[in-house]
């Protein structure tokens, strides 16, 4: 309790109020039901740490220094009152002092609000209504890759093995939203055959948005899993955000991964569908993955074709084959192709393996779904090791289904049965430890309270010939 | 939840690197593992002992804040109330706290030459590694000499001399060396470890030169000759009664050179090189690429002496192979080898909290092996008087 109070009093009080809005990318919603959850401010940055950027810095000093000034402003009153000056002073101007830690954070939110109306949402119509007309008038097709989960990957993998035999352009990292989209439009030089662009969603109507902007000819939908239901309403909801990309792109010219949730529902027979098995009439067969990649056949009734990646896991081979199949609809040939997927490879956080100590480690923090988590639990089954080790601190945002989907995963680890399990403590543990005793995991279990001092020292944790497998982060405000 | 004090630092040369082993190799693992209570227990370079949570953070020592903690602390006392209890005196503020296991990661004198598992086996505590006289033996040089050839097991040839000895018969001893040995020679102080005091000599300056240096640290010194053909080798061991060998590994160093303390600790890498690869690890190979045969005699040799000085819990063995002969050596025992030699360990498939798990279980094994021998006889000898 006293501790809780003497937080709100730290020289890191401010810094502590910049980063909470920083990590909840200045959403005032998240912002505020963090605000409101917090007891320590000295614990908030467990995590991650504050990141210095221009606005970040500008906002930290702006915190600090209003700060200051509210306990300026108390010194003087209370001197007033001593001095008679001002009746009473002593009390106002102690309350006035005291009350900075309450005031601030919310004041800074209504300051960042005013600033959004009046300064940056004009200043963004503009740069976003200039892109638009780029994306419409750019000479290039532009192909919208959406979905749940894997989008990076797949966007990545496209753009790979296109520029084998065309001029690509790709949106980078994992930026996927309206004003990201726009800043790289202004890097397009109009020479581009293709454009391959990542749509983020967090919530309805973000597909639609980033549609209305670029003017897809192409879309890729790469799955559908629960993520964002704080947001979406249901799962339903979700499907739909993903679908109304149908409005802006003709049926036959979007591709959609039926595997997965999108089993429920109902989708226009028009558009092309692809899973596991099979993709737009080819069939895919004799998987093999291991460390040094994943090998598979794909085939018709004209021709047998063998491939070879650099990505692993089974689940990635769906989108190899959609690639490599409409690499060939878009005019390149078979040896392009089969150069372009030796060349894909795992992306940083996605399913990207480094060696520890002799160790294997696939660093799949980015993932944040139900369906790569099962991904990942297959892998580890399909991969060699010593001695298995899998880490997660469970799924943010699954709304109502929080406790089902948490339970669901801990069966799915139980029946992958790594040797070790390391979950980190927070509100979806119970959950995953129900899940694992329900299907009698037998492994050695271990819940850790502090994410970093493990990831930190994971390298005293592993020895040769183990396989570590971490899946997904837990942002600090998320409980 | 069993308690366990990791006891470092200490009247020693070696004081810092038994502060890198307790912290990063023994510390950190042991809280990985979620299963114990890890309490920190720091001796200072002038031999007082303190208990804070801050002396398990490198960061106090690497800033220099040690200093000021340590003159903000109390030093604790030690009880042997039906084990070991630690206390920090009798404030308000005064903990007491009864200790299951102690790990005492210590290196040189004070530490792993028997003296604190002296005090250990008085208190009747369970703690790892190696009891008082198999330290006392191991961590003498010439002791541990002595014995391994009256057991039948080669070493290099060797002299010793006591420092009042030397004092006053400096020149005859000279003499004897030159007529005894042939050079090159080594000149050790017979109870150090981590290349401290050592000197590689080729001449009756370099010599007394190097007595002169080896007497500043110890008041025992051996001079041994070098082993031709030189392959020296060392082998990690943990286990009680039945010994598990990691890997064999080998330092990458050239017959001219050796590795003083510098070179193992800080720079990592042969002396006078320039890049900087981690302490004790960016060196050596891991296993020793060397023929079979050869492999399994040192190995088997290493394990030989680990039996013979009655090692337990953890132990490292040093080799010294005439590559040309295939004659194996033995050179030396170090009873708590810095950081564990975890990084050896780890490439054999044993992590660092696997390994500090499996030396808490052969504490706790030869605790209870020792708890079940009869202490007491009764006579009728006082009778008599």
């Known amino acids: 309790m006293i501790k809780n109070l003497f937080s709100l009093y730290t020289y890191r009080y401010p810094k502590n109020i910049a980063y909470m809005l920083q990590a909840s990318e200045y959403d005032a919603r998240n912002y505020l039901i963090w605000l409101s959850k917090t007891k320590n401010f000295n614990l908030v940055s467990r995590r991650k740490q504050f990141i210095k950027t221009k606005f970040s810095i500008l906002l930290y000093r702006f915190i600090a220094g209003g700060m200051l000034l509210q306990i300026l402003i108390g010194l003087i009153i209370i001197i007033l009152g001593f001095t008679n000056h001002f009746v009473g002073g002593q009390y106002y101007g102690l309350a006035i002092i005291l009350s900075y830690p309450v005031i601030w954070p919310y004041l800074i939110l209504i300051l960042i609000l005013v600033a959004k109306i009046l300064i940056i949402n004009p200043r963004d119509k503009i740069i976003l209504d200039k892109a638009e007309n780029i994306f419409k008038n750019h000479p290039g097709k532009i192909i919208a890759v959406l979905g749940s989960y894997g989008k990076t990957s797949m966007k990545e993998y496209l753009a790979i093995v296109l520029s084998e035999g065309k001029k690509v352009a790709v949106s980078p990292d994992n930026k996927n939203v309206a004003l990201s989209h726009a800043r790289f439009a202004q890097k397009l030089t109009g020479l581009e055959d293709y454009i391959v662009l990542e749509y983020g969603e967090g919530k309805n109507g973000d597909i639609a948005k980033l549609a209305k902007l670029t003017h897809p000819d192409f879309a890729i939908i790469t799955g559908l899993a629960p993520v964002h239901q704080n947001h979406y309403k249901s799962i339903k909801q979700q499907a739909d955000d993903l679908l109304s990309i149908e409005k802006y792109v003709d049926p036959t010219n979007i591709y959609l991964n039926s595997d997965t949730y999108f089993k429920d529902i109902k989708i226009n027979k028009e558009i092309n569908q692809f899973n596991d098995q099979s993709v737009l009439g080819f069939k895919i067969s004799n998987i093999l993955t291991d460390y040094s990649g994943t090998s598979f056949e794909l085939s018709n009734k004209k021709q047998t074709n063998n491939f070879k990646s650099k990505v692993i896991g089974r689940h990635q081979v769906k989108y190899l084959a959609l690639i490599i199949v409409i690499s060939e609809q878009l005019g390149l040939t078979l040896n392009q192709i089969k150069k372009g997927i030796a060349k894909t490879k795992a992306f940083p956080h996605r399913m990207e393996l480094s060696e520890l100590n002799g160790a294997m480690v696939i660093d799949d923090s980015y993932n944040g779904n139900i369906e790569g988590i099962k991904a990942g639990l297959n892998l580890i089954k399909d991969l060699k090791a010593k001695r298995k080790i899998y880490v997660t601190p469970g799924l943010v945002d699954q709304g109502k289904k929080t406790k089902d989907i948490h339970l669901e995963m801990g069966r799915y680890i139980a029946a992958a049965s790594p040797d070790i399990v390391v979950l980190m403590q927070n509100s979806t543990t119970e959950s995953i430890k129900k899940g694992l005793a329900e299907d009698n995991y037998a492994g050695q279990l271990i819940v850790e309270d502090n994410p970093l001092d493990f990831y930190n020292n994971l390298s005293i944790f592993v020895a040769k010939d183990d396989l570590v497998l971490m899946q997904n982060d837990w942002p600090d405000n998320y409980k | ?385």
Not at chain 2, 117 to 139: K, Q, R
Request: glycine letters at 6%.
């Open chain 2, 1 to 385: 939840m069993k308690k366990i004090l990791v006891i470092f630092g200490g009247r020693s040369v070696e004081h810092d690197v038994s502060i890198v082993t307790a912290i990063n190799s023994v510390i950190k693992p042991l809280r990985l593992t979620k299963k114990y209570q890890v309490e920190p227990l720091y001796i200072s370079k002038t031999g007082q002992w303190y208990w804070h949570e801050a002396l398990a953070d490198i960061e106090t020592y690497t800033s220099g804040k040690i200093n000021s903690l340590l003159k903000k602390l109390k030093p604790i006392s030690l009880k042997f109330d039906q084990g070991l209890v630690l206390s920090t005196g009798g404030s308000i503020s005064s903990r007491k706290l009864l200790i299951d296991v102690v790990f005492p990661a210590m290196h040189g004198t004070y530490g792993e030459d028997g003296d604190l598992m002296g005090l250990l086996e008085m208190a009747n505590v369970a703690y790892v590694g190696c009891d008082m006289p198999a330290s006392a033996i191991a961590m003498n040089k010439v002791l541990a000499k002595q014995l391994a050839v009256a057991n039948g097991i080669s070493t290099s040839n060797f002299l010793f001399y006591k420092n009042i000895n030397y004092k006053e018969n400096g020149q005859k001893i000279i003499n004897e060396i030159n007529t005894k040995l042939n050079w090159p020679l080594f000149v050790k102080p017979a109870h150090l470890g981590s290349s401290i005091g050592i000197s590689r000599v080729n001449n009756n300056q370099e010599l007394e030169n190097a007595l002169e240096l080896a007497f500043h640290y110890d008041d025992l010194v051996i001079v041994e000759e070098e082993v031709a053909n030189l392959i020296e080798v060392t082998l990690p061991i943990i286990g009680n009664d039945v010994p598990e060998p990691a890997y064999l590994e080998r330092p990458m160093l050239q017959q001219a050179d050796f590795f003083d303390f510098d070179t193992k600790y800080l720079r990592g890498q042969k002396k006078g090189s320039k890049s900087s690869l981690g302490a004790s690890e960016g060196y050596s190979q891991v296993p020793a690429d060397l023929p079979a045969k050869l492999y399994k005699s040192a190995e088997t040799l290493a394990l030989e002496v680990f039996k013979l000085f009655n090692l337990s819990g953890i132990a490292r063995v040093d080799l010294l192979i005439d590559s040309k002969k295939s004659i194996v050596y033995f050179n030396e025992i170090n009873p708590m080898p810095g950081s564990l030699y975890s990084h050896n360990f780890q490439k054999f498939g044993l992590s660092n909290v696997d390994l500090v798990e499996r030396l808490i279980f052969f504490a706790l094994e030869k605790y209870e092996q020792k708890n079940k021998l009869n202490s007491s006889f009764s006579t009728n000898y006082l009778k008599q008087f």
